[in-house]
């Protein structure tokens, strides 16, 4: 089901490969906040593989391309008027009204504690595993 979901969202090899093994694509959205809501600044991004290959930025108003596998994207993209109205009213829509909607992760100034050790499998003599702690990424109230 996941590998169809990044298929229909359009997830593609390299231009001429058959897809092997598995692949990944990710949109990623980030508002960046500079002196409360006075300055806000979106950005949506598009990764394949771990590599950013187009975003949009609220400050430059339209998609750019980062690789040549972005740039089909840029040009259709930026071809559509009210996708690019949708994507500059975001600032407003999806940023200033999560900014008032979610103080806590606004306020938050202390960076979680984070803490990895190896463990030892009980079956295996040698270390083959990493734990990951972490503390201090949740409100205070919850135990």
Known sequence: AVLVAL???????????ETKGFF???MVAECQYLNGTERVRFLE???YNRQQFVHFDSDVGRYVADTELGKPDEKYWNSQPELLERKRAA??????????????T???KVEPKVRVSPMQSSSLPQ???LACY???????EIE
Do not use: S
């Not at 298929?7 to 490969?17: H, K, N, S, Y």
């Not at 600032?91 to 806590?104: A, E, G, Q, S």
């Not at 972490?134 to 205070?140: D, E, H, K, L, S």
């Open 7 to 17: 298929v229909v969202l359009g997830a593609r090899p390299a231009e001429g490969e």
């Open 91 to 104: 600032v407003d829509r999806f940023c200033r009204h999560n900014y008032f909607m979610t103080p806590f």
């Open 24 to 26: 990944q694509e990710t």
């Open 127 to 129: 270390t083959d595993r």
């Open 45 to 47: 991004r598009y990764i």
């Open 106 to 108: 606004i306020e938050r």
């Open 134 to 140: 972490v503390t201090g990424f949740y409100p205070a």
